[in-house]
């Protein structure tokens, strides 16, 4: 009853998080749909660029995550103040660095990621104040994942949906014009989105800049990374770069595989994806609960409660993936209206939206899993799989059923329902493969 009252503890806020955070993205898009078809593709068709530049720091705040878990786990009132500032440093160095590279690069990207002529002037528009955005994103996620390793995702979820809840409104207020605002369409909506990131970031450094906080930035302290930071972050953020780095490239190639049937195809593709990514989002929460429990455990306990936290998690995947994928199934024609589709392409949404339905639970079982697994600091076996099956397998698969049986948008869905299924079943041995080759203290304890 500790393990799963813990676990929860950190699984709603986080999960709550993911699930709001995409009910205000799909908010985003159901605005920009009443500007038509062509730019919904032109903000769309960044998604996949912003996650591939999002992936380093994504992938540092995945490791952070685990590196304080463990170290609290150990000694909940050890200082991590240094740590705090090393990870602000680096974050930001990154980060910035990215915007000078994507800005300068940004035509080249938006064609690699399938931009049509039609629509690239629109999604250029739309891609500079969101690669702004996107460089105030960067610390404030590097932040994100320590409040996560201290379990206080709580903290998160109220930095996230207030700088989300902003740009929702300056949304509003910048693609329609209301009031003294110009009428600004896609720029106005990736403004808004900047702005909402600016709130993010300044919310989280607030949190830190409180002198109880145990992660505090203010106070005596170095900011210059230390080798044994650097030692000990190092194997765990490789692990996870290369994981997040398969799974962006994959879902480049992905996207662009369905960018070249057609902007109708791709919108609908796009709407279909970010209804799915609601409950996806959920699950990322559930994952993280995972990761923080087991890392935080193998800290404290040497990892004798991880049996219970897997079934724990198993359990939580099941059910909450059951009954996402049922509302999907019952409510697929009016959420799919609400962004202005109609005849031949609702027809096509609502049989995506199956798809959709289908996928939920393998999604949450291998969220789930690789958390342990990264909690644990196994993440280079997450990496193994997810270059294959993400990188590897999906793109060959959607290949074929696209475009050499001729199966179209069908065909990229039921890759990505094979590949989620893949990594599901990988986790899930990778999790039993470490319980029962040997008493579970000696097993988490090797490196």
């Not at 393990?3 to 985003?28: C, I, K, R, Y």
């Not at 609601?278 to 929460?285: A, E, H, L, R, V």
Request: glycine share 10%; hydrophobic share 50%; charged share 10%.
């Amino acid at each position: 009853m500790a393990v799963h009252n813990t676990f929860w503890q950190v699984a709603w806020p986080a999960a709550a998080e993911g699930l709001l955070l995409m009910l205000l993205s799909a908010t985003d898009l159901l605005m920009v749909s009443s500007l038509g078809t062509t730019a919904v593709a032109a903000v769309s068709i960044f998604s996949q660029p912003r996650m591939v530049i999002l992936c380093v720091t994504r992938s540092f705040s995945v490791a952070l995550s685990a590196y304080v878990a463990r170290r609290w786990g150990e000694q909940p009132d050890c200082p991590l103040g240094d740590c705090t500032r090393a990870s602000l440093l680096l974050g930001s160095v990154i980060s910035f660095l990215l915007l000078a590279g994507t800005s300068i690069w940004s035509t080249p990207l938006l064609r690699l990621a399938g931009a049509q002529d039609d629509y690239l002037p629109l999604a250029l528009q739309y891609a500079y104040p969101a690669l702004v955005s996107l460089a105030l994103s960067g610390p404030a996620i590097v932040l994100h994942g320590i409040l996560a390793g201290l379990g206080d995702t709580r903290s998160v979820l109220y930095a996230n949906v207030l700088g989300n809840g902003v740009n929702v409104i300056c949304n509003g207020l910048l693609i329609y014009g209301l009031g003294p605002f110009p009428r600004l369409g896609v720029f106005g909506a990736g403004l808004g989105t900047a702005i909402g990131a600016a709130v993010t970031l300044a919310y989280t450094l607030g949190l830190f800049l409180k002198r109880d906080h145990p992660a505090a930035l203010n106070g005596q302290g170095r900011w210059r990374p230390e080798r044994t930071y650097l030692r000990l972050m190092g194997p765990l953020t490789a692990g996870v770069f290369l994981e997040q780095a398969a799974e962006r490239v994959g879902m480049f190639a992905f996207s662009r595989l369905v960018a070249d049937l057609g902007t109708a195809a791709l919108s609908i593709h796009n709407i279909c994806g970010s209804l799915c990514d609601i409950y996806y989002s959920f699950s990322q929460g559930l994952g993280k609960a995972s990761l923080v429990q087991s890392g935080r455990d193998l800290g404290s306990n040497q990892g004798k409660n991880l049996r219970q936290l897997a079934a724990v998690s198993r359990w939580a995947a099941v059910w909450t993936g059951g009954a996402a994928a049922l509302l999907y199934f019952l409510l697929r024609a009016p959420l799919l209206q609400f962004y202005h589709l109609s005849g031949n392409n609702l027809e096509l949404g609502c049989q995506i939206m199956l798809f959709v339905a289908v996928v939920n639970i393998p999604e949450a079982w291998a969220m789930v899993h690789a958390g342990i697994l990264r909690g644990l600091g196994r993440t280079g076996f997450v990496a193994a799989y997810c270059l294959v099956s993400i990188a590897v397998v999906r793109p060959i698969l959607t290949f074929l059923l696209v475009h050499g049986l001729q199966l179209g948008l069908y065909g990229a869905w039921i890759a990505l329902t094979l590949d989620q299924s893949t990594r599901a079943v990988c986790s899930m041995l990778g999790v039993r493969r470490l319980l029962k080759a040997q008493p579970a203290s000696e097993a988490l304890l090797q490196k």
